[in-house]
């Protein structure tokens, strides 16, 4: 697809700098752009590239356009102008509706006609796909599940028995929703299954990475509200609630019927342990452990950063006589006070 830069700025709602009658035919990185591409700047490690990319014109802020070489245009939000220009750009062909000879489909199930159901797929009784939906090759839609209107699941996605995913959402390649949740009573020194009798709940435009798991819930249901987006390798433990438009990176792990309020931003490696409650607008950042609830919105950290590998041994060495050293500074303190 080829437009004006005019056309673009246009679409965006942005203004241009430069030639508005630059050419756009294609995306590309400002490192390695050529003649049509677009291209853009949200970080400022990259700012140098901007004198000799070989870009038509690049998304980016007002601060950056004195460095710019060539034809801009101007955001107060480049990634998320760039994301809508590359929308607008690059459309994905149609997907065809009909339901592929080697997909074993209930003759309960309700399939829309506008809907695809892949090669080698399960659908299973009472299953509801709605208009416009995707179902990749290999998926598994257990009993009483429904998808909602638009939405899309890759190849070899599982959706438990009575689950319900919501309209316009994503669930990338191998991911599981809705198995059951890990919860043993202990019985001497064996364990016995508690019974998962709850399912999980999905709202609207929620994305979700491949391989990450979600468990039903035990009594209650396991919910995953509008907006929010799972990286890839996540658990989300049973009877877990995550509020809207809140955003998770990969190997996070969430212990169950632990609530997470809206709008939080949860970085990768993170570890949140059971029964907790994390409030609105929490930022945690990577390879955090969050052992109690938090209250205040803000960012919290709980994790050692990376050193040099000897003062790393050192500062480990210290760490295990923190009790023996406070300990003395206590007795110190109290022979201080006698003192004086």
Request: with cysteine; hydrophobic share 40%.
């Amino acid at each position: 697809m080829a437009i004006t830069l005019e056309q673009l700025a246009e679409h965006l709602h942005l203004s241009v700098f430069g030639s508005a009658w630059a050419e756009i035919t294609h995306v590309a990185p400002l490192d390695k752009a050529s003649s049509g591409a677009l291209s853009f700047l949200t970080n400022r490690h990259y700012r140098r590239f901007l004198a000799t990319t070989g870009a038509s014109a690049v998304i980016l802020s007002a601060d950056d356009l004195p460095f710019c070489r060539t034809s801009a245009l101007i955001s107060p939000n480049p990634a998320l102008s760039y994301c809508r220009a590359v929308r607008f750009l690059v459309t994905e062909p149609p997907t065809e509706p009909g339901i592929h000879p080697s997909a074993v489909v209930s003759s309960t199930a309700a399939i829309h006609p506008s809907s695809r159901i892949g090669a080698q797929a399960v659908v299973e009784d009472r299953v509801v796909v709605e208009a416009g939906c995707d179902v990749g090759p290999g998926c598994y839609l257990a009993r009483g599940s429904r998808l909602g209107r638009g939405s899309r699941l890759l190849a070899r996605v599982f959706i438990g028995h009575d689950v319900v995913v919501g309209r316009d959402c994503q669930i990338q390649a191998g991911a599981a929703i809705g198995g059951e949740g890990f919860g043993f009573a202990r019985d001497g020194e064996a364990w016995e299954r508690i019974p998962q009798l709850g399912t999980v709940r999905i709202g609207d435009r929620v994305e979700i990475g491949s391989n990450t798991c979600i468990d039903r819930g035990a009594l209650e249901d396991t919910v995953i509200e509008d907006g929010v987006k799972l990286d890839n390798l996540i658990q989300v433990g049973h009877n877990v609630r995550i509020g809207a438009h809140t955003i998770i990176a990969g190997n996070t792990g969430i212990a169950g019927s632990t609530k997470i309020g809206s709008c939080c931003q949860i970085g990768g490696m993170v570890g949140i342990v059971g029964h907790l409650e994390i409030t609105d607008h929490v930022i945690i950042t990577g390879r955090s452990m969050v052992a109690h609830s938090i209250h205040a919105p803000g960012v919290y950290s709980g994790g050692m950063p990376s050193d040099q590998a000897a003062r790393w041994r050192r500062n480990t060495a210290r760490f295990r006589q923190l009790d023996e050293i406070a300990s003395r500074l206590h007795t110190l303190e109290k022979s201080l006070k006698k003192d004086s």
